[in-house]
């Protein structure tokens, strides 16, 4: 098997650092070898980008210019959407359905940030002063250190790719160590697209080492990062030794509320998509279900049967509800916790292991786990699995419901299942996240920000200003007589 080539400083070419191997989760076997970026190349990375942003061929574009290669790469994803679709598939093994939704959702990202390039604005802020008028403009940061995850590579990087190329600057990302495809195929599509050399550049390899490298580049000056909470503010503390700005878009521990006056059948097929879905491996699943205790029993009853009916299997097979997780590392992981849980005195419903299918026996399955009897200080509770798992708690009393609901040190996400939307409203404006779902949930649009209360991140991706994001204020004060300044009289 031929050794893939990494893109960096405008030419594709062998990287110098550890050899990667990209494995299928559902069975083990390998997709593509390469050999990781070495920290000579995210120098020569770095200072690619460094001068390519400064560069005519770059900086000296109008906004409508930058836009028209955002346009083709979106054209371009699209006319190869089922090619990046298998790809994603093969790279992380979430089935066909999720990374064919991924793929549009990446190529309306390019198309939402070409349009918010060709229309942002900058400012005139209303003057006292009748001797001069102000302009308030927005200009690029300059180079961007990207850091994805691996559960959704080609969304997630092209909600930080897309909106800092709109604003000026030029990218480096640094892709999951265990999901660098998507992100090779990216830089491709972006080249055939007319993106100057050193605008974009892709550096595979372990977090601890290229990403650390990045983040500390005396040219880098924003740190866009989505991923685990620790990493976070580590990168946090070296953004401020730096003083630059960070995007962190961290974990999250999210509640899901049934109140009593819900639609029983609504909410049980909402949360079992909003836990199970991308099996659990999502930041913002709804991990921790809370129902009224009046509904409690039919209403966990209902959802055990929708558990029992998904389909696990191969993720290329039609009809499949939950491929594999991503690696043996991560089932450990899961296991682990749920081990904890029935320590802690939690109660199995159903899952709670490997699947015994031998046709699975080679991927890193897990089935869809139900935990009810613990309380919300349980380690299943408070800390973030990242899997198939979710915890069950039931509630009287609405005031003890938003203690527990914000016991959390994490704030990403929150669902709400209720006929009564007065009653919802006010409930969620008590929740302490940055996203809160009403009578649905994992549910996204690229124009309306997404981000973390409390330890689940810092700033906001997508909307109007996720590209002012990747911008810096200047102001301009404009004389408009020629008096001369008399103070020196």
Known sequence: MDM???????????????????????????????????????????????KAWRAPSWRGLMPHQRATILYKVSELILQRHEELAQLQTRDNGKPLAETRGLVASAAATARYFAAACEV???????????????????????????????NSPIASEM???????????????????????????LAELFEEAGLPPGVLSVLPGKGSVIGEALARHRYVR????????????HLAHIAADKLISASLELGGKSPTIVLDDADLEQAARGITYGIFSSAGQACIAGARLFIHSSIYQPLLARIVELTNGLRIGLPTTPGIHMGPLINAKHRESVQKYVDLAKSEGGRIVIGGTAPSDPALADGSYFLPTIIEGLSNQACACQEEIFGPVLVVLPFDNEEDLVAQANDSVYGLAAGIWSRNF????????????????????????????FGGFKESGLGREKGLNGIKAYMQQKSLYLALNSNPNLWSD
């Open 422 to 449: 007065c009653r919802s409203m006010a409930l969620a404006s008590r929740l302490e996240t940055g996203t809160v779902w009403i009578n649905t949930y994992k549910v996204f649009s690229i124009s309306t920000p």
């Open 159 to 185: 909600q930080k790719i897309a909106p800092a190329l709109a604003a000026g600057n030029s990218v480096i990302l640094k892709p999951a160590e265990a999901t660098p495809l998507t992100a090779l195929k």
């Open 120 to 150: 942002l604005e900058g400012e005139l802020p209303t003057q006292r002063n009748a001797d001069a008028m102000t302009i308030s403009t927005y200009e690029p940061l300059g180079v961007i250190a990207a850091i994805t995850p691996w």
């Open 222 to 233: 924003k740190i866009s990062f989505t991923g685990g909470t620790t990493t976070g503010k």
């Open 4 to 50: 893939l080539k990494i893109y960096f400083a405008g030419q594709w070419r062998e990287g110098r650092g550890e050899e990667l191997v990209s494995y299928f989760p559902a069975d083990g076997s390998v997709n593509a070898r390469l050999r990781a970026a070495s920290l000579d190349d995210v120098e020569l990375a770095v200072e690619a980008a460094e």
